[in-house]
């Protein structure tokens, strides 16, 4: 099972739609985790922080499954400009005994006018 | 401060040759990674150091690839000799470890070995 498993996608979604994204992680042990935006030819960027009480910002909510290891990505009223990749990241200790985060490969999001 | 900053930010070399691409991480962070993105396999992690200790070089893809960090504020990641499979986006990342950590990317060396 790999560290960490996201959907590629594409979802193109139109404008306005309500769109989730899951995430599964294989490291019980994984202590924190993320969601990056990276757009087309650019650098990953932090979006969110991921709690287990789950969180909220703007039209963006992240959830936390302990039990289940996933993590979801809810993103309501979808922008054209929401259109990029979506990257599941989860902080734990590896195999050598360091903390490392561990990126999934990505899932595109295409929100179409 | 003005961010991770990477050169170059582009890079085409032939086969066989040596390719060396340059990190300089956020000043006061203590960890840095290499990252390498392709289509294929998405971001892989190639090494990471802590206050500049190599403490994790397991995605180092054979030893052809080398990585150094000889001071707090510069790093190195050197591939002898280059092959066309090498071809891909190199980030570097740098990093606090504490709650909330957030990493900061550079903009990425794009790779091409022809």
């Known amino acids: 099972r790999k560290e960490v498993e996201q959907d590629p996608g594409p979802f193109n979604v139109p404008e306005g739609a309500t769109v989730a994204f899951n995430c599964t992680y294989s490291?019980?042990?994984?202590?924190?985790f993320f969601w990056y935006r990276q757009d087309c030819r650019k650098e990953p960027k932090l979006l969110m922080s991921?709690?287990?009480s789950g969180n909220e910002d703007g039209r963006f909510t992240a959830q936390l499954n302990r039990a289940s290891q996933y993590i979801s990505l809810l993103i309501r009223d979808s922008k054209l400009s929401d259109s990029a990749t979506y990257l599941c990241?989860?902080?734990?200790?590896?195999?050598?005994?360091?903390?490392?985060?561990?990126f999934g490969k990505g899932t595109k999001l295409s929100v179409i006018p | 401060d003005a961010g991770v900053i990477q050169s170059p930010r582009h890079e085409v070399t032939e086969m066989g040759q040596e390719v060396t691409l340059r990190c300089k991480p956020i000043s006061g962070h203590n960890s840095l990674f290499w990252y390498r993105q392709t289509m294929m396999r998405g971001l892989e992690l190639l090494i990471y150091f802590n206050n500049n200790v190599p403490i994790d070089d397991s995605g180092m893809p054979e030893d052809r690839f080398s990585a150094k960090m000889p001071n707090a504020s510069f790093s190195t990641l050197k591939i002898q000799p280059s092959e066309p499979r090498d071809s891909a986006v190199y980030f570097c990342a740098s990093l606090t470890w504490g709650l909330g950590t957030e990493a900061f990317f550079g903009q990425g060396t794009r790779l091409t070995v022809v």
């Open positions: 990241v989860v902080n734990g200790v590896s195999g050598a005994g360091s903390y490392q985060l561990t």
């Open positions: 490291n019980s042990a994984s202590q924190s």
């Open positions: 991921v709690y287990s």
